[in-house]
């Protein structure tokens, strides 16, 4: 958040493999952030908090993407010990109020009471708390393109903390699925990330992207980069390992 106030680049990554060693590698990089992709990836109660615990005492933010804009799944990820929630699918301003409600404790928004793992097993319960609606971080996941027309409502919510693209099933919502540069997505994603910079608040696009098209987006306000997958980084590497070994050694 002290990166966030000063309008600093913030480098992060996405991980859909439930795995206590991906988790780690991850966490030790040296990401300001990693998105657990509970939406996607194959995780359930248990195995997230064994894929928090690998943030454990390191400077890498985890933020726990959620399935849906859920005040159950969000509290259940909360609890389990995550420092920062995404809530996807979200479309006009009623739905960033409910997301940001749920993550936080009252009087600000409804979270229910049981931090078991966030709270060191209770041993903290007083600190958490106390501090937990201010410390963390709420992003929201803008995912069709009516969010544009309501973006200056989105970000003048209380308590949200960022907001993230969802380009591809912002193309659906558009009739353009899979094309997430047709020219009405894209005027949408301009139109949040301009709001959003003249605000001052942090944009990410939801996904990863070839260098030159992070400069533009960069140059436009967005600032929560993500930087690799690791899902693809698993695909992509052991698909070039194979081919180039096999090109190298005369294989074909």
Same mark, same amino acid.
């Given at each position: 958040?002290?990166?966030?106030?000063? /309008?600093?680049?913030?480098?992060?990554?996405?991980?859909?493999?439930? @795995?206590?060693?991906?988790?780690?590698?991850?966490?030790?990089?040296?990401?300001? $952030?990693?998105?657990?992709?509970?939406?996607?990836?194959?995780? @359930?109660?248990?195995?997230? +908090?064994? !894929?928090? +615990? +690998?943030?454990?005492?390191?400077?890498?933010? =985890?933020?726990?993407?959620?399935?849906?804009?859920?005040? %159950?799944?969000?509290?259940?990820?909360?609890?389990?010990?995550?420092?920062?929630?995404?809530? =996807?699918?979200?479309?006009?301003?009623?739905?960033?109020?409910? &997301?940001?409600?749920?993550?936080? *404790? =009252?009087?600000?928004? %409804?979270?229910?009471?049981?931090?078991?793992?966030?709270?060191?097993? *209770?041993?903290?319960?007083?600190?958490?708390?106390?501090?937990?609606?201010?410390?963390?971080? !709420?992003?929201?996941?803008?995912?069709?393109?009516?969010?544009?027309?309501?973006?200056?409502?989105?970000?003048?919510?209380?308590?949200?903390?960022?907001?993230?693209?969802?380009? $591809?099933?912002?193309?659906?919502?558009?009739?353009?699925?899979?094309?997430?540069? @047709?020219?009405?997505?894209?005027?949408?994603?301009?139109?949040?990330?301009?709001?959003?910079?003249?605000?001052?608040? =942090?944009?990410?696009?939801? !996904?990863?992207?070839?260098?030159?098209?992070?400069?533009?987006?960069? +140059?436009?306000?967005?600032?929560?980069? %993500?930087?690799?997958?690791?899902?693809?980084?698993?695909?992509?590497?052991?698909?070039?390992?194979? &081919? /180039?070994?096999?090109?190298?050694?005369?294989?074909?």
């Amino acid at each position: 958040k002290e990166k966030f106030r000063a /309008g600093d680049l913030t480098f992060g990554a996405w991980m859909e493999i439930s @795995h206590f060693a991906v988790a780690e590698i991850m966490a030790q990089t040296g990401f300001d $952030f990693v998105v657990i992709d509970t939406e996607h990836g194959a995780y @359930h109660q248990e195995s997230l +908090a064994i !894929t928090l +615990a +690998a943030f454990n005492g390191l400077p890498t933010v =985890p933020i726990v993407r959620v399935p849906w804009n859920d005040k %159950v799944m969000i509290k259940h990820a909360l609890d389990a010990g995550t420092d920062g929630i995404l809530v =996807p699918w979200i479309k006009n301003t009623d739905q960033v109020a409910e &997301a940001v409600a749920a993550c936080k *404790y =009252p009087p600000d928004g %409804v979270r229910g009471f049981g931090p078991w793992r966030a709270s060191r097993y *209770y041993r903290e319960m007083e600190e958490y708390a106390r501090d937990a609606n201010e410390a963390l971080v !709420t992003v929201t996941q803008l995912e069709h393109v009516d969010a544009a027309d309501e973006i200056e409502n989105i970000l003048a919510v209380p308590g949200l903390d960022a907001v993230a693209i969802g380009p $591809f099933d912002m193309s659906g919502s558009a009739g353009v699925l899979g094309q997430p540069k @047709h020219p009405t997505v894209q005027g949408a994603i301009e139109r949040i990330a301009a709001a959003a910079k003249a605000r001052g608040v =942090p944009v990410c696009m939801g !996904t990863g992207m070839p260098l030159d098209d992070q400069r533009k987006w960069v +140059a436009q306000g967005v600032n929560m980069v %993500v930087t690799v997958d690791a899902l693809e980084l698993l695909t992509e590497g052991t698909t070039a390992a194979l &081919a /180039g070994h096999k090109e190298a050694l005369g294989a074909g």
